[in-house]
């Protein structure tokens, strides 16, 4: 087992400048400034043992930026750095391509060549216990209705036995083509209900222990921001120990965070931990449980969509019923570390405490969010979420802010570097910081001397500095933004007939070759519909087909254009003429009913601060940010961002979005982006 340790960075091992100019010889590159100056940043970081956020834009090169340094330090230490990212798609590029090739250059300048692995949650390894012996059942056959998707659920059964004959992995994402959730469900089981290396039959060879042992061995551990914060705020650990961490899409942690944080309670998850149980106990306390989660049924499907800001008596009461019978069941169930020789019993009773506790823990959060003396002193918000035809109504518990959270378990003792393309709102970390809560009430951020961020310091807390390393691309001479100021403020009711007209008008100067982001699959539907008879280019509209196989057609095709919403914000990498024009319809504030978002506003406005401005427009900021990124992603790129609404020009907030994206040319005449279109349109 590895002991890490603290110490000043060991001479025999090269200076990171040297490892980072022999890493972009041997891979054929050329040093970015911007590459430089970050790589020297993390080892700053590292060597002060200071937090660091770091804005670098596409095409700096920053996953080599960090991954050197890293290397550098879990060496020195001998301990792993941690890598988290927040896509699948990063994840596969840093174990696929970065690190072999960075692994293979840097052999002979380091003590051993870097090694590497990939650690996910126990959720995608096969479990080898469950898919060979007697697991309770979710038993969840009642729930289709159509006997197409039981048949096709039973053949990715029959996929996933056969496979698990052959796999030496155990990994569910060698599964291609993959298969459903609820085929999955049968053969992988949580942490939480997870027997234990030491007392499961098949521990021994226990692929998600394995892929955890591996993890423990190498220099670099690559995983996701919902792992690494399951880690963090968790009893037990589940990453290998680690004093360093890079955050890799760092935009996305907080949201990350939240979702693994966030409590769900319905009549499904009632039934559920009474399916586990019924067997294990005397039937009349099952049943009580059952009769409580009828209730909750009833109560739900009665009750109106949205924010729950005060506590009916009627919910009160059958939240506290609910509470009271799992708590109940999970006493008749006696003691948790019974059963230990027999593991098929304990097996189902590991299953059977996991559903009631999150029952019992999930219901007497929703109780505690209530009663408080003023709304600054609320913690947590609850909402009902309307259910659809295949799932009924369910009541959700979330933290109004989880910086807290990652300030005490994240970043209280080791140091974290964070990085993405987005974090300087306005043209400052302040905002970031605080939803990580490096900065805020109790530590607020001041200035260093070189102009960048840095927090106060504080008990048991380090500092943190912000840099932004620029970008490799000319803003101003590749990319026009035009803002549509001649046209009217978006409205409630679909989009204006001017804002098509517009539209057609752009993609008929550039020749199609446009992606259009819209705030609503609704938006991007009604612009496709209106559009498609009218243009002579191929349209995609999101949902026609898999997004990836859209985004490889809409890159094949120069003309082709693409519409539609969130993921291709954020999830579209397209190089060359393929994509001249990025047509964003309104400024992506959040709906003002997203229950969470609304209630973190009223939050910090009860606490003094502009709620607008801090959960908003900095919402709005992240996500133009990561669509105005979409135009530029190589360095022969050149083309328009158009944005229609016209409050990026006008609202007294347009300072602090503008702020916020990179310094194009920016204009509201129309004839300048029309024209330098046609120009791109006849280049090709």
């Known amino acids: ?117 990939i650690l996910k949650g126990r959720r995608n390894y096969l479990c080898r216990y469950k898919a060979t012996a007697g697991w309770p059942e979710d038993d969840e056959q009642d729930q289709l209705f159509d006997p197409r998707e039981v048949s096709a659920t039973g053949r990715m059964v029959q996929r996933i036995q056969e496979w698990a004959e052959e796999t030496e992995t155990g990994d569910r994402d060698e599964l291609v083509p993959g298969v459903s959730e609820q085929a999955w469900r049968q053969f992988s089981v949580s942490a939480q209900e997870c027997l234990g290396a030491s007392r499961c039959p098949s521990g021994a060879e226990c692929f998600a ?39 890799d899409e760092a935009h996305e942690l907080v949201d990350r965070v939240t979702s693994v944080v966030t409590g769900e309670l319905s009549e ?72 230990r020789d027999d593991p098929d019993k ?50 959700r518990v979330a933290p109004l802010n989880v910086g807290g959270m990652l300030r005490d378990r994240l970043f209280g003792d080791r140091t974290v570097v964070l990085t993405s393309a987005t974090l300087a709102l306005g043209g400052t970390f302040d905002g970031m910081a605080r939803q990580w809560g490096l900065s805020g009430p109790d530590q607020a951020a001041a200035p260093a001397d070189d102009g960048r961020a840095r927090s106060g310091d504080r008990p048991r807390a380090k500092g943190w500095q912000g840099i932004d390393v620029g970008s490799p691309f000319d803003h101003p001479r590749a990319g026009i933004l035009y803002v549509a100021k001649h046209l009217p403020q ?31 699959m609704r938006a991007a539907k009604a612009a496709t519909e209106a559009l498609r008879d009218r243009l002579d280019v191929p349209l995609l509209c999101q949902g026609d ?69 801090t959960v908003a427009a900095t919402h709005a900021a992240l996500l133009l940010a990561q669509g105005t990124g979409r135009l530029l992603r190589s360095q022969h790129d050149k083309g328009v961002i158009a944005v229609l609404d016209p409050r990026l020009a006008t609202a007294r907030y347009s300072g602090f979005l503008l702020g916020s994206l990179p310094p194009f040319w920016r204009t509201t005449d129309p004839a300048i982006p029309r024209a330098a279109l046609n120009r791109l349109a006849t280049e090709g």
């Open 1 to 117: 087992m590895r002991v890490p340790f603290t110490s000043v960075p060991d001479s025999h091992l090269p200076p990171v400048d040297e490892l980072l100019s022999i890493a972009v010889n041997a891979l054929g590159g050329s040093e970015r400034q911007g590459q430089i100056t970050m790589v020297q940043a993390v080892q700053r970081a590292i060597d002060a043992e200071e937090h660091l956020a770091v804005q670098a834009g596409t095409g700096t090169g920053k996953s080599l930026a960090y991954l050197v340094p890293s290397i550098r330090h879990a060496m020195d230490s001998d301990t792993p750095v941690v890598v988290s990212t927040a896509t699948i798609a990063l994840q596969r590029q840093l174990v696929d391509r970065d690190l072999p090739r960075l692994s293979e250059a840097l052999a002979k300048e380091l003590p051993h060549e870097p090694t590497y692995a």
């Open 209 to 247: 222990e394995l892929a955890r042992a591996k993890a423990g061995e190498v220099d670099v551990v690559v995983t996701n921001h919902a792992l690494l914060a399951i880690d963090a705020m968790g009893d037990l650990p589940v990453l290998p120990e680690h004093d360093m961490v890079v955050v």
């Open 268 to 339: 499904t998850t009632v039934s559920l931990a009474v399916r586990r149980v019924a067997r294990l106990i005397e039937q009349p306390i099952a049943d009580q449980l059952q009769e409580a989660g009828e209730d909750l049924k009833a109560l739900l499907a009665a009750a109106p969509a949205g924010r729950v800001d005060e506590l009916p008596e009627v919910l009160a009461l059958t939240l506290a019923l609910v509470r009271d019978s799992a708590a109940r069941c999970v006493t008749a169930l006696g003691p948790r570390g019974a059963d």
């Open 346 to 395: 304990a097996g189902q009773r590991k299953a059977a405490f996991t559903a009631l506790d999150e029952v019992h823990d999930t219901a007497v959060r929703m109780l505690e969010a209530y009663g408080h003396a003023s709304e600054a002193d609320r913690a947590e918000v609850v909402w009902l979420d309307a259910g659809t035809d295949r799932r009924p109504p369910l009541l």
């Open 490 to 520: 978006p409205g409630r009711d679909g989009l204006p007939e001017q804002y098509v007209d517009e539209i057609a008008e752009l993609i008929e100067a550039a020749g199609g070759r446009t992606l259009g982001l819209f705030s609503s």
């Open 545 to 613: 087909d898999s997004t990836m196989l859209l985004v490889k057609q809409f890159a094949e095709d120069e003309p082709t254009c693409l519409f539609g919403t969130l993921s291709l914000w954020q999830g579209v990498d397209v190089p060359g003429p393929s994509l001249r024009l990025v047509i964003i319809d309104r400024v992506p504030f959040p709906r003002p009913d997203d229950p969470l978002t609304s209630a973190r506003q009223r939050h910090v406005a009860a606490k003094g601060g502009n709620g607008f401005m």
